[in-house]
């Protein structure tokens, strides 16, 4: 199984983002995107990587998953580099940027065995009966019922944050709910960056 890298890196162009891999020389690689920029695009700049086996593979998934916002013959992306993180953290391999955070390469562990803690309403200071907003559509909005559990309600029904998303997107994929919804203009996920919990 080859080995090799996958990244994710962003442009000057608001929302478009270029998907590549590179086998082993992926500082070398950053360093020519950064100051050669890509396809008359420039700005480029490191977002995420990942060392993955089969990366080959990996890598022709993601751009036959994003296909419909591929720009024609290349890649780039018009695409949220969030959604598209998200999508690499699913597969099992070793972030390799930006660094983990930790103490000596013995220690590093997986993306995959990374977990932070799960991201509770209640700690980011929503309470129920607040309204919370669908990034993608902003005229789409649900009612939080239960900030213990995560549980909001839309159209009449409960779901989970993740189970209304799945049910929004309605792609057969399971999506981080806090990355998708918004209270007050802000994604959960960026008020708990924000809120350091």
Not at 1 to 21: N, S
Not at 42 to 71: C, M, P, W
Not at 85 to 91: G, N, Q, R, T, V
Not at 151 to 161: C, I, N, P
Request: proline share 2%; with cysteine.
């Amino acid at each position: 199984m080859a080995k090799g890298i996958i990244y994710i890196m962003t442009t000057v162009v608001d929302g478009l983002i270029k998907i590549g891999k590179t086998k082993d020389r992926f500082d070398k690689r950053m360093t020519e995107l950064e100051q050669n920029g890509y396809k008359n695009i420039t700005g480029l700049k490191r977002f995420y990587a990942i060392q993955v086996d089969n990366y080959d593979e990996k890598e022709r998934l993601l751009h036959t998953i994003f296909s419909k916002s591929q720009v024609a013959g290349s890649e780039l992306f018009a695409l949220d580099k969030h959604i598209v993180k998200e999508l690499l953290e699913a597969f099992d391999g070793e972030q390799i940027y930006p660094e983990p955070n930790v103490k000596s390469s013995a220690n590093r562990k997986t993306t995959s065995n990374i977990k932070r803690p799960k991201l509770l309403l209640k700690d980011i200071g929503i309470s129920n009966g607040a309204t919370l907003t669908y990034y993608d559509d902003t005229s789409i909005t649900c009612t939080v019922t239960d900030n213990l559990k995560n549980l909001v309600k839309y159209k009449g029904k409960e779901y989970t944050m993740s189970g209304l998303i799945s049910f929004l997107k309605n792609d057969g994929w399971s999506h981080q709910g806090s990355h998708y919804l918004m209270y007050k203009g802000k994604r959960l996920t960026d008020i708990r960056d924000e809120k350091g919990v």
